[in-house]
């Protein structure tokens, strides 16, 4: 997913964790909202849903 206020990509981990291209770790706060641990700012992200909507998805 596309982070939107860095315009940086971010790469989804497991548990609701992802990692962008500069090494920041985030978090999922929602479907279009992101938490970089390091800084506590709120990002906006292009759709991050969750690993259960996805495997929903997937059946």
Known sequence: ???LNDKDVIFK???GIGF???GNV???LGP???LDL???KIHM???WTEE????EKEE
């Open 20 to 22: 962008d291209t500069e």
């Open 1 to 3: 997913m596309i982070d």
């Open 38 to 40: 390091k800084t506590g």
């Open 52 to 55: 259960e909507e996805d495997e």
């Open 45 to 47: 992200v292009s759709g």
């Open 26 to 28: 985030m978090t999922r």
């Open 13 to 15: 981990g497991t548990g």
């Open 32 to 34: 279009n909202t992101a």
